[in-house]
């Protein structure tokens, strides 16, 4: 049995559903709003490159590597984005929350906070995790304060940790929520989930 199984997260604002391929042209439209490819700190698909990237997820999902999700706006019917657990480690009962991305139109709304709330309270209240991590990169100020706002701690700098695309080498800010954190962290996104309307 996997330690992350197939699941869809039902919220208010967003539903996260299991990315699969009958979510590629909602996804190439997703990502053509704000041109989000060109944000040279991330790494988002260009549309062209939609069906490869949902191929890659999907064997890391068979790989029990990771397990992406497609974000569906509940107000809308579209999809608006991803995200995904990775660096799964069952043995320690810990995986990551990233590759996170949003059309334009949804960023800064409550679709972010919901879906981190669900994927937190998964994380936490179903598979039993001890910690979740999020990560992102040196130069990607907007995330880390985003992350910050959750309620993870910093837990430092891994120094020339991946090579991007580009051929960049990337520092990379990690966090962390662990375990007794939890209930804190879950009310204070509660009370900004419930302050956004």
Avoid at 108 to 118: A, P, V, Y
Avoid at 140 to 167: F, T, Y
Wanted: glycine share 8%; aromatic share 8%; hydrophobic share 40%.
């Amino acid at each position: 049995m996997a330690f992350v199984e197939t699941v869809t997260l039902p919220g208010r604002h967003a539903t996260l559903e299991p990315l699969a391929f009958c979510h590629e042209d909602d996804i190439k439209l997703a990502v053509a709003d704000g041109e989000l490819w060109k944000l040279w700190f991330t790494t988002v698909p260009r549309p062209e490159a939609v069906h490869a990237y949902i191929g890659q997820l999907l064997a890391q999902r068979e790989q029990g590597q990771a397990f992406a999700f497609a974000v569906r706006d509940n107000a809308s019917g579209k999809i608006v984005g991803g995200t995904r657990y990775l660096n799964i480690d069952a043995a320690n009962r810990r995986l990551e929350i990233g590759g996170t991305w949003y059309a334009q139109r949804v960023q800064r709304t409550g679709i972010n906070t919901e879906c981190k709330l669900m994927l937190l309270a998964h994380a936490f209240e179903t598979l039993g995790c001890i910690a979740v991590e999020f990560r992102t990169d040196w130069f990607n100020k907007r995330s880390q304060s985003a992350i910050e706002r959750l309620g993870a701690k910093r837990d430092g700098v891994l120094r020339n940790h991946m090579i991007m695309p580009d051929g960049r080498v990337r520092d990379s800010v990690v966090y962390s929520i662990i375990r007794n954190e939890w209930p804190g962290v879950k009310t204070n996104l509660q009370h900004k989930l419930n302050s956004s309307g």
